[in-house]
């Protein structure tokens, strides 16, 4: 298959407007006779019903949550981006362009990410209207403040709840809906496949979560929601229920899977504190306004600090190694994530970690509360302070907190076109479950920007480009392609019930989690993945023969529901370390220690590897098969990244 991204002709300022002009339209009255299934109610999945609803589409939204608000965007705190240049720092539509385009480490479609940038202007204006309470200058004018990899201050902010603030706004308008008639919601459902007719999306498979019954639903497109894998690596700053099964099914039946391996660390975050853990817990790159980052200059320093002979507040200035502002002294801490993330690993393989386990790095906010007082600061970050002290027992204002990165986003998912389609017609990928406009690195506060401009300003467009020239007749519930979709999935619950082994599905999904941290985290090499990927292939052969999954199918089955996540889990895993391995550069977050510049920056090859790589399922236990979309730059140029 060609890969067709389906990008407009014209200069790159035109494209979206010419595209939507071009766009074939459904009329009002037909878009009575459409029915639409939105699987995910996150930003994404919430502002697109909500929207597509307001159309006059009859839309069926699913969420494996009792509700649209437990969706995992609430979790989000920094901000959002968009070019409105409040502050007047030389911010626009172009150089949020370039700073996103710069910031993936040129690895991102052109033309998506200036449609990003060019709608987020919008987006602010959408949620101020429904009641969205950003902060506010003393002039009544939206705050900004920065975020890493930009010099200027775009991130629209609602303390550190800002996607709390966002979900509630879009689950208010998709409420509305529900109300009016035109969404009816599917809570406590879990998507388990796709159901194709004549190689189109037609329909889903659902696993009711409380009763076990297995569902089918029809419609005319399917948009998928349902967030980022980021919990292949089991200890993430994802909500535990996050996963990909939605995404790895529709994979199954021809959707092309996009650079698997660009996963993002986030700099920021409480440091693993033992075995017993079963998630991580983020703290909002915002902080790296105003703490500053640092290390004690030498390892000796470091030991008694980590013995308990010293105190952190004992260390004099001139023993503190403030490392990003040493090294890069224009973006200081305000570097990008996986710039920041690399670094902190580095000084902590020297032997200069803070904590116990020698993986922390401190950030500090000692020289902000002199300058601008504790009540500004706690005005500014309160909540994320009270969050670090209960969890660590610590209190920020007092001492710094101690910071490590973690698992937090993925940039890879579903390959979708211009128009967030699939390589399944009818299919569509949105927000973070969609591959188009990270790269190989995502700046902070861009994944709130992209889940609502996917939902509120592109979908509405772009599908009914589709819909207008699909006929509007109901879909049979009783086709074939339906009972024969809903026979595999019983036939899949029937055969996990069945293997009664003697190992949890925890101790799988730790078990896999180590093994991707340790060779495709932070830092890949050859060696390690090819090691890596033999691990995996012998871990999913004792899944499937020695796995226990407790109790039976028709009721409330955690233990069932997180095995059919993990035996996903297990296969993507190997995907994303074929991933890495063909991949023999270094960009963003994928880092091959193998590619690096003297100074031990990521080294990218753009001669052999400016593409985006898309693969193609070809049944089980076989190897996927590479297909490669070029990407091509014309209006910025491909330069190695500096930040110094």
Sequence with gaps: MILDSKIPAGPLAEKWTKHKFNSKLVNPANKRKYEVIVVGTGLAGASAAASLA????????????DSPRRAHSIAAQGGINAAKNYQNDGDSVFRLFYDTVKGGDYRAREANVYRLAEVSVKIIDQCVAQGVPFAREYGGLLSNRSFGGAQVSRTFYARGQTGQQLLLGAYSALSRQVANGKVKLYPRSEMMDVVMIDGQARGIVTRNLITGAVETHTAHAV????????????????????????????????????????????????PVSGDHQSKLTLMSESLRNDG???????????????????????????????????????????????????????????????NETGEAVFLDFRDAIKRDTKAIIA??????????????????????????????????????????????????????????????????????????????????????????????????????????????????????????????????????????WNECGMARSAEG??????????????????????????????????????????????????DALSREESCGGHF????????????RDDENFAYVAAWKYMGENQEEELHKEPLVFENVKLTQRSYK
């Design 54 to 65: 307001e159309l006059g589409y009859n839309v069926k939204a699913f969420t494996f949550h």
């Design 223 to 270: 948009l998928l929601c349902t967030g980022g894998y980021g919990n292949v690596f089991y200890l993430s700053t994802n909500a535990m229920g996050s996963n990909v099964t939605a995404a790895w099914r529709a994979h199954k039946r021809g959707a092309y899977f996009a650079n698997p391996c660009f996963t993002q660390i986030h700099p920021t975050c409480i």
């Design 292 to 354: 500053r980052v640092w290390v004690p200059a030498t390892k000796e320093t470091a030991e008694k600090l980590r013995k308990g002979e010293i105190k952190v507040n004992d260390i004099k200035e001139e023993d503190r190694d403030y490392f990003l502002e040493r090294k890069y002294p224009s973006f200081g801490n305000l570097v990008p994530r996986d710039v920041a993330s690399r670094n902190a690993k580095y000084v902590c393989d020297e032997g200069r970690g803070v």
């Design 529 to 578: 993945l090819k090691k890596a990927k033999a691990e995996i292939k012998e871990l999913k052969r004792d899944f499937w023969a020695d796995v226990k999954v407790l109790a039976t199918n028709e009721e409330l089955n955690l233990t069932l529901e997180k095995a059919h996540r993990v035996a996903d889990f297990i296969e993507l895993g190997e995907l994303m370390i074929d």
């Design 592 to 603: 091959r220690e193998e590619y690096q510049t003297p100074e031990g920056e990521a080294l």
């Design 379 to 516: 005005s500014k970050y309160g909540n994320l302070f009270d969050m670090y002290k209960q969890i660590t027992g610590e209190d920020p204002y007092q001492v710094p907190m101690m910071i490590y990165p973690a698992v937090h986003y993925t940039m890879g998912g579903l390959w979708v076109d211009y128009n967030l389609m699939t390589t399944i017609p009818g299919l569509y990928a949105l927000g973070e479950a969609n591959f188009s406009d990270h790269g190989a690195n995502r700046l902070g506060a861009s994944a709130l920007m992209q889940g609502l401009a996917d939902g509120y300003f592109v979908i509405p467009y772009t599908i009914g480009d589709y819909l207008a020239q699909t006929l509007p007749k109901p879909i049979d519930a009783n086709h074939p392609e339906f009972i024969k979709a809903a026979e595999e999935v019983k036939n899949r619950i029937s055969q996990l019930l069945k293997i009664n082994g003697k190992k949890s599905v925890d101790y799988f999904h730790k078990k896999l989690g180590k093994i991707m």
